[in-house]
């Protein structure tokens, strides 16, 4: 007697294509100084709310008023920078008290990751997965939930896409 065969269960590895392995060389290359560009601005962010709660103490003509002035305007190119070129930041300052938590998380665990990520270590790669993680709750938590859909699909599609290479 033959034996039946089960039908084949299809997971999303079978679903999504995969990308070729120079784009995956490519990503692995360049997530580390991505990663630092963004850590460092996610703590400009950080530093410039903090200097516009505070920024009613200032003078408006002092020192630490102009420092104020150059920090927000770098933290706010920046952020429209990486929104012309594709890379999504839900919120680089925060606006809620949420955000007031998750940011400094995610700056730390981004300038965290830099190293682990340059010298291919796991933990660099868990690093950045709690990052994405962390930046869905945060634009959830915003209400930028179609946003929030579309950005989580395609970075957690390219984190993935290059999980083995990190041991």
Request: charged share 10%.
């Amino acid at each position: 007697m033959k034996q039946k065969r089960l039908p084949k269960v299809y997971t999303p590895r079978d679903l999504m294509p995969s990308l070729p392995l120079v784009v995956k060389k490519f990503l692995v290359f360049l997530m580390p100084w991505v990663t630092l560009f963004i850590g460092i601005m996610y703590v400009l962010g950080i530093f410039a709310f903090l200097m516009t709660i505070f920024s009613t103490l200032l003078p408006a003509d002092g020192l630490l008023y102009e420092l104020y002035q150059i920090i927000f305007f770098l933290s706010s190119l920046c952020g429209m920078l990486l929104s012309v070129i594709g890379v999504y930041s839900l919120n680089m300052i925060p606006g809620s008290l949420v955000d007031f938590v998750i940011c400094p998380l995610i700056a730390f665990l981004l300038l965290k990751s830099f190293h682990k990520l340059r010298f291919h270590k796991k933990i660099g790669w868990n690093n950045m997965f709690f990052v994405l993680c962390l930046e869905v709750i945060s634009g959830v938590t915003d209400g930028y939930l179609p946003q929030t859909i579309i950005f989580s699909f395609i970075s957690f599609y390219f984190l993935y896409q290059i999980k083995f290479f990190y041991k």
